[in-house]
């Protein structure tokens, strides 16, 4: 145990050495002014999405739908953001140091290629979890400042996008074993882009009543349960909605197709420790 979080801490200071924190520091406040800004507009707006006076929907109706929309562009931004951070600090972790010449002398006795693992993980899902609680804290605040309500649920969608950042970081070590730097980033960022689609054929298909839709967006979500970890924070966002704005916030991009069960969350929870051992094994297999 003390080895692994020996390298846990090395992770991070290699992260701070290469001004990683500081990139991604710059880039995250960037983002909250910008979102800021336009929560500010968005609320200020006489008539918002183009509802005006006297449509079908009430002006509180109007700012609960203001809200959330504008909850799940910042989760999208979150897990966008968190994804990036925790692929960056993966993506070589394997391959990439062994074709340097730096993981062979760390993998020997005492600390072989187990703790190793699970230190690089540990790693890079301290910081990720820790950098998604603060800045999906700072969007709901910000949110809730601007229109004056807070999400249905507060702590659930955080707790999710947590967990579907670390099954990203499970992935990309697993990948780190059997490709190389760039071809593991370019595979991480395709999953990625797969389960948005995903999640926006499950938007396109509850609009048009089409369940054949429904049904492939679902089994992407099974199949990359991160992607179903980020539709049950949106529903959970959404979970005191209800009415036309709860109809109209499940058609949109940042809607709430999926709410989560125990099975699925289960099945989240062992698809990330199937992941962990498989790149467990295929290290241990493989020449370095």
């Given at each position: 145990?003390?080895?692994t979080l020996i390298i846990a801490r090395e992770v991070v200071r290699e992260s701070i050495r290469r001004r990683v924190f500081a990139v991604v520091l710059v880039l995250t406040l960037l983002f909250l002014a910008l979102f800021t800004v336009a929560s500010a507009k968005a609320f200020a707006a006489p008539t918002p999405f183009g509802f005006g006076n006297g449509g079908p929907v009430t002006p509180g109706g109007i700012v609960s739908l203001?809200?959330?929309?504008?909850l799940g562009l910042g989760v999208f931004g979150s897990l966008f953001l968190a994804t990036v951070l925790g692929v960056f600090l993966t993506l070589g972790a394997v391959r990439g140091d062994a074709e340097r010449g730096l993981l062979q002398p760390l993998v020997v006795r005492p600390l072989g290629r187990r703790q190793?693992?699970?230190g690089r993980f540990a790693g890079a899902a301290g910081v990720c979890a820790a950098y998604v609680t603060v800045l999906y804290t700072a969007i709901v605040v910000i949110v809730h400042q601007a229109g004056g309500q807070w999400p249905g649920q507060v702590v659930g969608p955080g707790a999710a996008l947590i967990a579907a950042v670390l099954i990203l970081i499970a992935l990309?070590?697993?990948?780190s074993v059997y490709l190389s730097t760039i071809a593991n980033g370019i595979a991480m960022f395709m999953l990625y882009g797969a389960g948005l689609v995903s999640g926006l054929l499950a938007s396109i298909g509850a609009a048009l009543g089409a369940h054949t839709v429904q049904?492939?967006?679902h089994d992407i979500a099974i199949a990359l349960p991160f992607e179903g970890l980020y539709e049950a924070a949106l529903h959970a966002l959404a979970s005191n909605q209800a009415g036309l704005v709860r109809i109209v916030i499940n058609l949109g991009p940042f809607g709430a197709p999926q709410a989560g069960s125990a099975g699925f969350y289960i099945w989240a929870a062992f698809y990330l420790g199937l992941a962990a051992l498989a790149a467990t094994v295929g290290f241990e297999r493989r020449d370095l």
């Open positions: 145990m003390r080895a203001s809200t959330v929309t504008l190793f693992l699970l990309s070590l697993l990948g049904t492939i967006a």
